[in-house]
C-alpha cells in the first residue's frame, strides 16, 4: 500500500507532530474508496497510544429515527447522520480538556451506531476521522471542516470502488437486484457529491 506520495504524506504528518498539540486529520472520500483501510492503516505507522481512528459513520442516524421514512431508502446520504453531534465531539476533541472523549461506532453486522465505543484520551496527539462529507461547504458541515487541521480526499479507480460497494453490501445479504439498485440509486448519488468536493481537499491520495 505504500508509495512515494503516502510516504511523503506520513513524513509529513509526522512533523506536525511535533510542536505537541492534537492534530485532527480527516479522510474524505466515496463510498468504496477505502477511506477506513487508509485510517486504519495510517494509526499503524504510529507508535500505540499516539494516534485513534473515530470514523463519521458512528453519527449515522439510528434506524428507529429513520424506518419508515423516505430517509431509509437513502441511508448514507448527507441528511441521514447527526452532523451537529459529530460537530460537538469534533469541537470536544479540539478542546482537549477531558481526561477522555468516549466516540460512537457504526456497527456493520448491526446496522447501527453504538454509543461510546471508542475512547480518545486527552494524551492521544493524533485524531483521524474519516467520512464521506467532510469537505462539503454548508452548515453545519463547513463548521466541521473548520475543526480539522487537514483533510485528505482518497481516489480510487470507479471499477474497484464499485466492485468494493458490491462485495460490501453481498456481505450483509443484499441479493443482486438489490446490490445492483442500491449501488445506482444512494450509492451513486452519494459519490457524485463527494467527488465534487475533491478540489478542496488539502492532498490528494491514490489508494488501492
Known amino acids: 500500500m505504500d508509495s512515494p506520495e503516502i510516504t511523503e504524506a506520513v513524513a509529513a504528518l ?3 507532530l ?26 499503524q505507522q504510529f507508535e500505540p497510544g499516539l494516534a485513534v481512528v473515530v470514523p463519521m459513520d458512528g453519527y449515522h442516524l439510528g434506524n428507529a429515527i429513520i424506518e419508515g421514512t423516505p430517509l431509509r431508502l437513502r441511508k448514507g446520504a448527507i441528511d441521514t447522520f447527526d452532523a451537529g453531534g459529530y460537530l460537538s465531539l469534533l469541537r470536544r476533541l479540539v478542546r482537549r480538556d477531558e481526561p477522555v472523549v468516549y466516540a460512537p ?12 465505543s471508542i475512547a480518545i484520551p486527552a494524551e492521544v496527539p493524533l485524531v483521524i476521522t ?3 462529507y467532510l469537505l462539503v461547504e454548508q452548515e453545519p458541515w463547513k463548521d466541521i471542516r473548520a475543526q480539522l487541521d487537514e483533510v485528505w480526499f482518497v481516489e480510487t479507480a470507479q471499477t474497484l470502488r464499485l466492485q468494493r460497494l458490491a462485495a460490501r453490501h453481498m456481505s450483509f445479504g443484499m441479493d443482486r437486484a438489490a446490490r ?11 459519490a457524485v457529491r463527494i467527488q465534487a468536493t475533491r478540489p478542496a ?8
Open 201 to 208: 481537499a488539502d492532498r490528494l491520495i491514490h489508494w488501492l
Open 14 to 16: 509526522r512533523q506536525t
Open 180 to 190: 445492483e439498485a442500491w449501488a445506482a440509486g444512494p450509492d451513486e448519488a452519494n
Open 18 to 43: 511535533h510542536g505537541g498539540r492534537r492534530i485532527l486529520l480527516g479522510i474524505a472520500g466515496a463510498p468504496g474508496s477505502g477511506k477506513s483501510t487508509l485510517a486504519a492503516w495510517l494509526q
Open 105 to 116: 461506532e457504526f456497527r456493520r453486522t448491526l446496522d447501527e451506531p453504538v454509543a461510546a
Open 130 to 132: 474519516e467520512g464521506n
